[in-house]
């Protein structure tokens, strides 16, 4: 809270007033179709992380009462969200969010395992994050093969057997793409994976979480991330499931937290909150089917749009272009209309750059920064999607001109 004839700190106050409530331009409601980027916390999620701060402030390590509380209410948390994934308890790590779980299960089993082999596998269109992380490693030594996908986004199986030697210590694949939404087919992989036990399987999770609990019921997966702003929890929150048994280097160390295996402390109230948002996730109605469907059934009638999402892509994303309009600019236009969406991924969406997925898929270049990415929750309603087609052909025939 900031107090008014504070010596000059108050000021701040006003310099954030105008950033407090988030305004419609139009008086009208805000359509948020950015939910891939991330998600507004849930009200519940947020009381929780409110309630917890004011009762259980204690240190979890702490030897004294309300430290021996607030482990009490983080092991219980742990508790439910390994319920809920279909996980054993221990095999629930509590981290910083979706970039360090994948860091933290890559650079952990690179580390761990370099005595073995020296060779990763990996997808071209990964997150930043993995792809990075194996850049690092790269030059470090290690061996990095990627797997070329194909117009859908979908990896070749054939080519994955083809590429596992005895020196290949991971295999690491996104469930969902994050810019496309294109699910990989995890099962096959952790069939032909079960012939190579002494390979690590690690899974982006961050834009599956619905369907996690029937990955790890695969029983191949060994590590998984996720991220919970990405499901209406908070931000500074993610996950990484390790399968038990499996051994990782810790890239934290320090205090001994999360079973030494991660050390700082446990950011409690934001663990709380991320398991009742995973249970609202995981229990609420979802839309966004039908909210995609309709979108998708106007689009692809539109001569100058092009749909790269597939068909059968999740239920959560929709990436397609304008021809002749610039993502960014085609972003702003729907801005000016109170809805919001982003230009594939928001990780680099402030880059100039193109879609490395849309590239990695042969799309034009013409065609790829032209790209953008409408994303939904469980939240979002038709009558969104309806406004948003009303808006669309609006532009449609402002920018009929470039195309």
Same mark, same amino acid.
């Given at each position: 809270m900031f107090i008014e004839n504070d010596g000059g700190r108050g000021s701040f106050k006003k310099e954030l007033a105008p950033f407090a409530v988030m305004r419609c331009r139009k008086g009208e409601i805000m359509i948020y179709f950015d939910n891939s980027a991330t998600t507004k916390i849930a009200?519940?999620?947020?009381?929780?992380?409110v309630q917890t701060s004011e009762r259980f402030w204690g240190n979890p390590s702490s030897l004294h009462r309300l430290g021996g *509380?607030?482990?009490?209410?983080?092991e219980k948390a742990r508790e439910h969200i390994a319920t809920l994934l279909g996980a054993k308890t221990e095999e629930i790590y509590v981290t910083s969010g979706g970039t360090e779980s994948n860091?933290?299960?890559?650079?952990?089993?690179?580390?761990?395992?370099?005595?073995?082999?020296?060779?990763?596998?990996?997808?071209?269109?990964?997150?930043?994050?993995?792809?990075?992380?194996?850049? *690092?490693?790269?030059?470090?030594?290690?061996?990095?093969?990627?797997?070329?996908?194909?117009?859908?986004?979908?990896?070749?199986?054939? *080519?994955?057997?083809?590429?596992?030697k005895k020196e290949t210590i991971l295999v690491s694949v996104m469930a969902v793409n994050n810019e496309i939404g294109v699910s990989q087919n995890i099962e096959e992989i952790s069939r032909i994976l079960e012939h190579f036990p002494w390979v690590h399987f690690h899974v982006d999770a961050v834009q599956a979480l619905e369907?996690?609990?029937?990955?790890?019921?695969l029983g191949r997966i060994d590590l998984l991330s996720l991220s919970a702003h990405k499901f209406h929890g908070p931000r500074g929150v993610g996950i990484l499931y390790k399968?038990?048994?499996?051994?990782? *280097?810790?890239?934290?160390?320090?205090?001994?937290?999360?079973?030494?295996?991660?050390?700082?402390?446990?950011?409690?109230?934001?663990?709380?909150?991320?398991?009742?948002?995973?249970?609202?996730?995981l229990e609420a109605p979802h839309p966004m089917k039908e909210i995609r469907d309709y979108l998708w059934n106007f689009l692809e009638k539109q001569p100058q749009i092009?749909?790269?999402?597939?068909?059968?892509?999740v239920d959560h994303i929709l990436c397609f272009a304008l021809k002749g309009v610039r993502g960014e600019v085609l972003v702003h236009a729907f801005e000016e209309?109170?809805?919001?969406?982003?230009?594939?991924?928001?990780?680099?969406?402030?880059?100039?750059?193109?879609s490395s997925t849309l590239a990695a898929m042969n799309v034009p270049d013409y065609w790829a920064t032209s790209a953008v990415r409408a994303s939904f929750s469980y939240l979002n309603t038709m009558d969104e999607a309806k406004q948003f087609v009303e808006v669309l052909e609006k532009l449609m025939k402002k920018f009929e001109f470039l195309t």
């Open positions: 009200p519940e999620a947020l009381q929780s992380y *509380q607030a482990f009490q209410v983080l860091n933290w299960a890559i650079k952990g089993t690179a580390l761990e395992k370099r005595v073995f082999g020296n060779h990763i596998i990996t997808t071209k269109i990964e997150h930043p994050s993995v792809l990075n992380t194996v850049k *690092q490693l790269a030059q470090l030594g290690f061996e990095i093969s990627y797997l070329d996908v194909n117009d859908k986004g979908e990896i070749s199986l054939e *080519q994955l057997e083809s590429m596992l369907q996690v609990p029937d990955l790890l019921a399968k038990a048994g499996r051994k990782i *280097q810790s890239l934290l160390t320090g205090g001994g937290q999360e079973k030494t295996e991660r050390s700082t402390t446990e950011n409690l109230p934001g663990i709380v909150a991320t398991a009742k948002a995973m249970r609202m996730y092009k749909i790269f999402s597939p068909k059968e892509g209309e109170d809805i919001y969406i982003s230009t594939t991924s928001a990780c680099s969406s402030k880059k100039s750059d193109s």
